[in-house]
T-cell receptor, first 113, second 111 residues
Framework: NAGVTQTPKFQVLKTGQSMTLQCAQD?????MYWYRQDPGMGLRLIYY???????DKGEVPNGYNVSRLNKREFSLRLESAAPSQTSVYFC????????????FGQGTRLTVV | DAKTTQPPSMDCAEGRAANLPCNHS???????VYWYRQIHSQGPQYIIH???NNETNEMASLIITEDRKSSTLILPHATLRDTAVYYC????????????FGSGTQLTVLP
């Protein structure tokens, strides 16, 4: 059971470069989420998708775009990376809005130089 | 979602119970209390959640006070592998918006 899979695990970008972080889940979950975690801090929500075809902004959406490609996949795009976006990015999925647990991927460690 | 307050760090001896407190004095009637933990920069892991009754599963117990303004997560026999940051989160029932994580409590289990 793969659960939530994120690719890549590590990435170094130069300022101004673009890239897409990929996330896929195999649990047939409706809701998917992108968080970032800066050193010594809790997780902050960037964007979420309550169901296929919908996306909404979280706490810190500036500088990011998302695509809910299908029910399984939710990607996060940095169009023009900045050093302030150096962080660990976590994707999560959840069955739906009911009170069930969320499952997290292992994270993508991104450094922007 | 209601704000939560947790101590920044706690120690516990291996084999003893770890009791992690959380204050959520502004909690509303339809808000659940969730606990997650994060082991050394891995993805967070769900532990337990509850509304007003005490809950127990294979990992932990959750004790919620009668006025629901605070709760305690209990790891009955802490092991070294339980060393992690523990997050207490309050979430509105039926909300599509995901969990809001604070700074959590760094629990260190000592041999």
């Amino acid at each position: 059971n793969a659960g939530v899979t994120q690719t890549p695990k590590f990435q170094v970008l130069k300022t101004g470069q673009s890239m897409t972080l990929q996330c896929a889940q195999d649990m047939n979950h409706n809701s998917m989420y992108w968080y970032r975690q800066d050193p010594g801090m809790g997780l902050r929500l960037i964007y979420y998708s309550a169901s296929e075809g919908t996306t909404d902004k979280g706490e810190v959406p500036n500088g990011y775009n998302v695509s809910r490609l299908n029910k399984r996949e939710f990607s996060l795009r940095l169009e023009s990376a900045a050093p302030s976006q150096t962080s660990v990015y976590f994707c999560a999925s959840k069955r739906g809005v009911e009170n069930t647990e969320a499952f997290f991927g292992q994270g993508t460690r991104l450094t922007v130089v | 979602d209601a704000k939560t307050t947790q101590p920044p760090s706690m120690d516990c001896a291996e084999g003893r119970a770890a009791n992690l407190p959380c204050n959520h004095s502004t909690i509303s009637g339809n808000e659940y209390v969730y606990w997650y933990r994060q082991i050394h920069s891995q993805g967070p892991q769900y532990i337990i959640h509850g509304l007003k009754n005490n809950e127990t599963n294979e990992m932990a117990s959750l004790i919620i006070t009668e006025d629901r303004k605070s709760s305690t997560l209990i790891l009955p026999h802490a092991t070294l592998r339980d060393t992690a940051v523990y997050y207490c989160i309050v979430r509105v029932a039926g909300s599509a918006r995901q969990l809001t994580f604070g700074s959590g409590t760094q629990l260190t289990v000592l041999p």
